[in-house]
């Protein structure tokens, strides 16, 4: 039996960019959400909110449910942890005065804050590639849902 992990992630748009995460690893170079797990006796709100800072230096005003991830390491080489996973992707706006930013302390991979233009969102490797999901969700109030096996290749 695999313990699931919950996922909060940051969806953020501004000025028809989004905001990624540059990282490096064995991997090469990619890019994700602003995003990790929830802690104990945090909201799902609450992490993505605090994620968004830790990981891009932030305050976001964390809006609906943009889309729904579900990561099974099993069904993916364990690119990314050996932990299942269910992500939840937030829809979130900038607080006034707010500058994305790295942070004094990045996560280990982590070698850059980038806002990408929407319209070369599907162009840069997103892990995961999740690209259209979020271009979707950006443009309906649906909740769009995602499994690993549905996904291209990262």
Same mark, same amino acid.
């Given at each position: 039996m695999y313990p699931i992990r919950n996922r909060a992630c940051a969806l953020i748009v501004e000025d028809e960019k989004i905001l990624l995460i540059e990282m490096m690893s064995e991997y090469g170079l990619h =890019?994700?959400?602003?995003?990790?797990?929830?802690e104990a006796? #945090?909201?799902?709100e609450e992490a993505v909110a605090r994620e968004a800072f #830790? #990981?891009?230096?932030?305050e976001v005003e964390v809006g609906p449910l943009?889309?729904? =991830?579900? =990561?099974? $390491?099993?069904?993916?080489?364990? =690119? *990314?942890?050996?932990?299942p996973s269910i992500n939840f992707i937030f829809h979130c706006h900038l607080k006034e005065g707010s500058i994305a930013r790295m942070p004094a302390? $990045?996560?280990e991979h982590q070698?850059?804050?980038?806002?990408?233009?929407?319209? #070369?969102?599907?162009?840069? $490797?997103?892990?995961?590639?999740i690209q259209q999901q979020?271009?979707?969700?950006? *443009?309906?109030?649906?909740?769009s849902w995602t499994n690993e096996h549905d996904l291209p290749p990262f």
């Open positions: =890019y994700n959400l602003p995003a990790g797990g929830v006796g #945090e909201s799902i #830790e #990981e891009a230096g932030v943009a889309a729904l =991830y579900q =990561y099974m $390491p099993h069904l993916s080489d364990n =690119y *990314a942890s050996k932990t302390i $990045p996560d070698v850059g804050v980038r806002w990408v233009p929407l319209d #070369e969102l599907t162009d840069v $490797p997103l892990h995961p590639r979020l271009l979707d969700a950006l *443009a309906s109030e649906q909740v």
